[in-house]
T-cell receptor, first 117, second 111 residues
Framework: DTGVSQNPRHKITKRGQNVTFRCDPISEHNRLYWYRQTLGQGPEFLTYFQNEAQLEKSRLLSDRFSAERPKGSFSTLEIQRTEQGDSAMYLC???????????????FGSGTQLSVL | KQEVTQIPAALSVPEGENLVLNCSFTDSAIYNLQWFRQDPGKGLTSLLLIQSSQREQTSGRLNASLDKSSGRNTLYIAASQPGDSATYLCAVKAAGNKLTFGGGTRVLVKP
């Protein structure tokens, strides 16, 4: 499978626990994005990387959230001390910036559904 | 701040009818606009990308038309089928490289 891969698909955790999600982008893609989607809403931008550099973070990304892309390949998103409001689908996407700004197409993974009890 | 609105929020049509999905955005300084399909509990599948310099883009039964100056884009799906039932999301890309999404249109095509 050469698409964007996310693990786990589902995560149930208790409030206060830490969770970590993984995203493996399409292999030649240099940009990687994290989005969050709640039920009935469109995805909201969280952060993105170009290679290993984190270039932008949304104000939605509180200090309990941290994302890494250590070698410019896979990325992890960690949420510390989870709260019930963190329950959402966490989506990862990748793209190739060399296509130019007007033709850059994002490819999304299947997401990780987080439920905080 | 860019805002993207999709109307209607939900749409139900009989099989064979054409679908018209509307997307509007507040800041016309966009690079491109992408349409995605999302099935329940799943990720997003890219359908079409229309660049800011284009007025129209076609892929099979799908046609997207863009009026950048008025901040409007319309996705037409011809001869709808029950398999077209899903949520359709519109997203615009502007400076900063991130996509801003609308709330989606839930489509039900009845056999």
């Amino acid at each position: 499978d050469t698409g964007v891969s996310q693990n786990p698909r589902h995560k149930i955790t208790k409030r206060g626990q830490n969770v970590t999600f993984r995203c493996d982008p399409i292999s030649e893609h240099n940009r990687l994005y994290w989005y969050r989607q709640t039920l009935g809403q469109g995805p909201e931008f969280l952060t993105y990387f170009q290679n290993e550099a984190q270039l932008e973070k949304s104000r939605l990304l509180s200090d309990r959230f941290s994302a890494e892309r250590p070698k410019g390949s896979f990325s992890t998103l960690e949420i510390q001390r989870t709260e019930q409001g963190d329950s959402a689908m966490y989506l990862c996407a990748s793209s190739l910036s060399g296509q130019g700004g007007t033709n850059e197409k994002l490819f999304f993974g299947s997401g990780t559904q987080l439920s905080v009890l | 701040k860019q805002e993207v609105t999709q109307i209607p929020a939900a749409l139900s049509v009989p099989e064979g009818e054409n679908l018209v999905l509307n997307c509007s955005f507040t800041d016309s300084a966009i690079y491109n606009l992408q349409w995605f399909r999302q099935d329940p509990g799943k990720g997003l599948t890219s359908l079409l990308l229309i660049q800011s310099s284009q007025r129209e883009q076609t892929s099979g039964r799908l046609n997207a038309s863009l009026d950048k100056s008025s901040g409007r884009n319309t996705l037409y799906i011809a001869a709808s089928q029950p398999g077209d039932s899903a949520t359709y999301l519109c997203a615009v890309k502007a400076a900063g490289n991130k996509l801003t999404f609308g709330g989606g249109t839930r489509v039900l095509v009845k056999p």
